[in-house]
């Protein structure tokens, strides 16, 4: 038990566990005080200055963000020399910001507007000469703009110390100080997997994805192409919150409705191919075992964890499961079996993915997920840029009556819609495993690899062995389990592992959602418990019972693993180190 | 996007060995980043890419944080110094007496801007803060050895003399 600390914050009495920060206590007497650099579990730095308070007998105002409470301190938030200071620090920050706040794509949400706003400052009170700064777009994910930056370096805690992966620091000092690559040669030149997270830290308008919204426009008003929009399971949880609607709302129905509002297109539900590929991976695990190859298996269903093994660890990328993601095998399965049965030239098709990831723009562009030519997905926008489409279009979504996903690609299991969480994949794959090793297992519920912890293990009996797994979420942990493993510390025989921390329900595609929100809220826990809901509620749960999976091989693809399937939905890889 | 620093690195496998040694020396210690830069740039005269991606591996940091302290310290120079280097006082005292001027005339005749070495390798140019020297407004140096009330056609003259003891 640690010791509990009293004190008074704007003579409100708080009781809080030693080495609270004064930060966090006031939240105890319904009080956010503001920032900018400060983000909960990511970046704790006290740089920015605009948390500052008055500590009653100390000299000068102190960063309550990093600052720990003490028995008896007086604490005052809202005094004018706090408040002067405050409106002070943000005047400089905007003294050196480009402006451009209508054309900015945080326009409606961002940190710095909203402080602005509640501090009523005069943005051109300090006239700061403005460095331009070239816009960063040499990767297909992530876009930087410096000019709108205002150096927090909540991108670079989260790129270097969450995700190990240090593709951007800070660069020179005092007033030429700013983020980049190493020797400024863009993010593509480096080894940035395209996650994203950057993105949902950032916030001001300095990181975005790349937009493809205008290529999905042209699609749609094309009279010679069919376009198909298919959405991942974790979309339909955090839509509504581009809509001002509370985290953790399941809005599958008004998402389907609204999309079919935007043209004539069809809305299929990427969670058929989540059941696919379970169904794939499962029986790739048990050939595996019984035929001595690689172990353990890792999942592949993520992009931005498969550029990470590319990059770092290739010796592993025998390990990684060939299944492709299930955007891929959707787009796979719509140009070549729908095609087919409708009597449609795949060239005419045109595959739109919602994803909430930023990294799968990359993986539709891979070379490896061409057939002849022809790309399996034509673009994957992000929760946001649907969002975008929805608000452009003018169609008012909160009032929105739902609607069913197109036939035949409608009906998913539940163990498909938890994919959107960490350990959701490994669940599937468990439930799905051990009932097609021993048909009597009927087990559905794994609950030690649910939750939103890092790291996560178990063992399972299984047909009577114990199986060891492994759940791993945010790229710093999967280094940690990787090292693990390599050592000899570990030996599993599964392993998931998602890029981003907590799964895609925190993707780098997801909508953003202010530091107020992250740093007070569980927000992906909120965001899973509606896909584990969704599961929970279902009839159909585990992935090979889907009677459309059926149809699929009983139409097309024979069985799992076959010519067919392995041709169109397996894949490979490539050393990028 | 630029890059900082052209491809004309030229190191030894005997100036590698040297570094691996210093990173080893270093590896282990807080803060030993500063002492490996400072001893690498001994060795090399400066630091490119691909100096800093031999200390990043050898400590087992992100180039990012390499390049970032290697950016922060003016005493670190990412681009190689030449033969002779110039110096151009733009201390309060030269200023006023027109050393912008000067330092304009040199990167002139040598077509290189501050902070750059010329393709041969024979000159570079450093703006420099105060030398002390003020009452001999406006001051360069030319590998340290100073030259006071300049005038841009001086300045000229001082680095063409350079160039002809070399001929």
Same mark, same amino acid.
């Given at each position: 038990?640690?010791?509990?600390i009293?004190?008074?914050?704007?003579? $409100?009495?708080?009781?809080?566990?030693?080495?609270?920060?004064?930060?966090?206590?006031?939240?105890?007497?319904?009080?956010?005080? &503001?920032?900018?650099?400060?983000?909960?579990?990511?970046?704790?730095?006290?740089?920015?200055?605009?948390?500052?308070?008055?500590?009653?007998?100390?000299?000068?105002?102190?960063?309550?963000? @990093?600052?720990?409470?003490?028995?008896?301190?007086?604490?005052?938030?809202?005094?004018?020399?706090?408040? #002067?200071?405050?409106?002070?620090?943000?005047?400089?920050?905007l003294?050196?910001?480009?402006?451009?706040?209508?054309?900015?794509?945080?326009?409606?949400?961002?940190?710095?507007?909203?402080?602005s706003?509640?501090?009523? $400052?005069?943005?051109?009170? %300090?006239?700061?000469?403005?460095?331009?700064?070239?816009i960063?777009?040499?990767?297909?994910?992530?876009?930087?703009?410096?000019?709108?930056?205002?150096?927090?370096?909540?991108?670079?805690?989260?790129?270097?110390?969450?995700?190990?992966?240090?593709?951007?620091?800070?660069?020179?000092?005092?007033?030429? @100080?700013?983020?980049?690559?190493?020797?400024?040669?863009?993010?593509?030149?480096?080894?940035?997997?395209?996650?994203?997270?950057?993105?949902?830290?950032? &916030?001001?308008?300095?990181?975005?994805?790349?937009?493809?919204?205008?290529?999905?426009?042209?699609?749609?008003?094309?009279?010679?192409?069919?376009?198909?929009?298919?959405?991942?399971?974790?979309?339909?949880?955090?839509?509504?919150?581009?809509?001002?609607?509370? @985290?953790?709302?399941?809005?599958?129905?008004?998402?389907?409705?609204?999309?079919?509002?935007?043209?004539?297109?069809?809305?299929?539900?990427?969670?058929?191919?989540?059941?696919?590929?379970?169904?794939?991976?499962?029986?790739?695990?048990?050939?595996?075992?019984?035929?001595?190859?690689?172990? &353990?298996?890792?999942?592949?269903?993520?992009?931005?964890?498969?550029? %990470?093994?590319?990059?770092?660890?290739?010796?592993?990328?025998?390990?990684?499961?060939?299944?492709?993601?299930?955007?891929?095998?959707?787009?796979?399965?719509?140009?070549?079996?729908?095609?087919q049965?409708?009597?449609?030239?795949?060239?005419?098709?045109?595959?739109?993915?919602? $994803?909430?990831?930023?990294?799968?723009?990359?993986e539709?562009?891979?070379?490896?997920?061409?057939?002849?030519?022809?790309?399996?997905?034509?673009?994957?926008?992000?929760?946001?840029?649907?969002?975008?489409?929805?608000?452009?279009?003018?169609?008012?979504?909160? /009032?929105?009556?739902?609607?069913?996903?197109?036939?035949?690609?409608?009906?998913?299991?539940?163990?498909?819609?938890?994919?959107?969480?960490?350990?959701?994949?490994?669940?599937?794959?468990?439930?799905?495993?051990?009932?097609?090793?021993?048909?009597t297992?009927?087990?559905?519920?794994?609950?030690?690899?649910?939750?939103?912890?890092?790291?996560?293990?178990?063992?399972?009996?299984?047909?009577?062995?114990?199986?060891?797994?492994?759940?791993?979420?945010?790229l710093?942990?999967?280094?940690?389990?990787?090292?693990?493993?390599?050592?000899?510390?570990?030996?599993?025989l599964?392993?998931?592992?998602?890029?981003?921390?907590?799964?895609?329900?925190?993707?780098?595609?997801q909508?953003?959602?202010?530091?107020?929100?992250?740093n007070?809220?569980?927000?992906?826990?909120?965001?899973?418990?509606?896909?584990?809901?969704?599961?929970?509620e279902?009839?159909l749960?585990? /992935?090979?019972?889907?009677?459309?999976? #059926?149809?699929?091989?009983?139409?097309?693809?024979?069985?799992?693993?076959?010519? #067919?399937?392995?041709?169109?939905?397996?894949?490979?890889?490539? /050393?990028?180190? | 996007?630029?890059?900082?620093?052209?491809?004309?690195?030229?190191?030894?496998?005997?100036?590698?060995?040297?570094?691996?040694?210093?990173?080893?020396?270093y590896?282990?210690? +807080?803060?030993?980043?500063?002492?490996?830069?400072?001893?690498?740039?001994?060795?090399?005269?400066?630091?490119?890419?691909?100096?800093?991606?031999?200390?990043?591996?050898?400590?087992?940091?992100?180039?990012?944080?390499?390049?970032g302290?290697?950016?922060?310290?003016?005493?670190?120079?990412?681009?190689?110094?030449?033969?002779?280097?110039?110096?151009?006082?733009?201390?309060?005292?030269?200023?006023?007496?027109?050393?912008?001027?000067?330092?304009?005339?040199?990167?002139?005749?040598?077509?290189?801007?501050?902070?750059?070495?010329?393709?041969?390798?024979?000159?570079?140019?450093?703006?420099?803060?105060?030398?002390?020297?003020?009452?001999?407004? +406006?001051?360069?140096?030319?590998?340290?050895?100073?030259?006071?009330?300049?005038?841009?056609?001086?300045?000229?003259?001082?680095?063409?003399?350079?160039?002809?003891?070399?001929?």
């Amino acid at each position: 038990m640690k010791k509990m600390i009293n004190l008074t914050i704007n003579n $409100i009495p708080v009781c809080v566990p030693e080495g609270t920060t004064i930060l966090q206590a006031a939240k105890q007497a319904n009080i956010e005080i &503001p920032s900018l650099c400060y983000l909960k579990d990511v970046n704790c730095i006290g740089s920015c200055r605009v948390c500052v308070v008055e500590v009653v007998g100390r000299r000068g105002l102190v960063a309550s963000c @990093v600052y720990p409470v003490e028995e008896g301190m007086k604490v005052l938030t809202n005094t004018p020399a706090v408040r #002067k200071s405050r409106k002070t620090t943000i005047e400089l920050i905007l003294s050196t910001h480009h402006k451009k706040c209508l054309s900015c794509v945080r326009g409606n949400n961002c940190e710095l507007q909203k402080l602005s706003y509640d501090y009523g $400052i005069d943005e051109d009170r %300090f006239k700061g000469e403005e460095p331009i700064y070239e816009i960063d777009k040499s990767t297909p994910c992530v876009v930087r703009d410096n000019n709108k930056c205002i150096n927090c370096l909540r991108c670079v805690a989260t790129c270097n110390n969450i995700q190990t992966i240090g593709a951007i620091g800070q660069i020179r000092r005092g007033f030429d @100080v700013h983020i980049g690559s190493p020797f400024e040669t863009g993010l593509g030149t480096t080894d940035c997997v395209g996650c994203g997270q950057c993105i949902v830290a950032c &916030p001001v308008g300095a990181l975005y994805e790349k937009s493809n919204i205008d290529e999905v426009w042209d699609a749609i008003s094309d009279p010679n192409k069919k376009v198909i929009f298919f959405t991942a399971p974790s979309i339909a949880a955090t839509l509504g919150e581009c809509f001002s609607m509370p @985290v953790g709302t399941n809005v599958e129905g008004k998402m389907v409705t609204a999309i079919k509002m935007l043209g004539d297109v069809e809305v299929f539900n990427m969670n058929l191919t989540a059941d696919l590929t379970i169904v794939e991976e499962a029986n790739e695990l048990i050939q595996r075992v019984s035929t001595a190859k690689p172990l &353990p298996m890792f999942t592949s269903c993520c992009p931005g964890w498969i550029q %990470f093994v590319e990059h770092n660890y290739p010796e592993l990328i025998p390990n990684l499961s060939s299944c492709k993601s299930p955007q891929q095998m959707f787009g796979a399965v719509l140009k070549s079996y729908y095609c087919q049965k409708n009597n449609i030239d795949p060239k005419d098709l045109y595959v739109v993915s919602v $994803i909430p990831c930023t990294a799968k723009k990359f993986e539709t562009a891979r070379d490896e997920m061409y057939n002849q030519g022809i790309a399996d997905v034509d673009v994957a926008i992000t929760t946001r840029e649907l969002s975008r489409m929805i608000k452009g279009a003018g169609i008012t979504f909160t /009032s929105l009556p739902d609607t069913e996903f197109d036939s035949p690609f409608a009906l998913a299991s539940g163990a498909a819609a938890i994919f959107g969480a960490t350990g959701g994949v490994m669940e599937a794959a468990l439930r799905t495993a051990a009932n097609l090793l021993d048909g009597t297992n009927e087990k559905v519920e794994f609950m030690d690899v649910r939750g939103t912890s890092g790291i996560k293990e178990a063992t399972y009996r299984i047909n009577g062995t114990d199986v060891d797994v492994c759940v791993a979420s945010g790229l710093g942990n999967a280094r940690k389990v990787i090292e693990m493993i390599k050592s000899g510390q570990k030996k599993y025989l599964f392993v998931e592992i998602m890029a981003c921390p907590g799964g895609c329900v925190n993707g780098g595609g997801q909508p953003v959602q202010s530091d107020s929100v992250r740093n007070y809220t569980e927000l992906k826990a909120t965001r899973a418990g509606v896909l584990y809901n969704a599961d929970s509620e279902g009839e159909l749960r585990k /992935s090979h019972e889907n009677p459309i999976i #059926k149809t699929l091989y009983d139409e097309y693809f024979e069985a799992p693993g076959k010519a #067919k399937a392995h041709a169109l939905l397996h894949t490979t890889y490539q /050393s990028r180190k | 996007m630029a890059t900082e620093t052209k491809s004309t690195f030229r190191g030894t496998p005997k100036q590698e060995r040297e570094l691996k040694k210093v990173i080893e020396k270093y590896k282990k210690i +807080p803060g030993g980043l500063m002492p490996v830069l400072q001893e690498a740039q001994a060795i090399y005269g400066y630091l490119p890419v691909e100096v800093q991606k031999i200390i990043a591996d050898g400590m087992g940091i992100h180039l990012s944080e390499v390049y970032g302290v290697a950016t922060f310290y003016s005493q670190f120079s990412l681009t190689p110094k030449g033969e002779h280097i110039i110096s151009v006082c733009l201390g309060t005292a030269c200023y006023v007496k027109g050393a912008d001027k000067i330092l304009e005339a040199i990167e002139e005749e040598l077509g290189i801007k501050s902070g750059e070495c010329t393709a041969d390798g024979m000159f570079s140019i450093e703006a420099c803060r105060c030398l002390g020297a003020c009452g001999l407004a +406006p001051v360069m140096t030319v590998d340290g050895e100073v030259y006071g009330k300049c005038t841009p056609e001086s300045a000229v003259e001082i680095i063409r003399s350079y160039m002809d003891k070399e001929d």
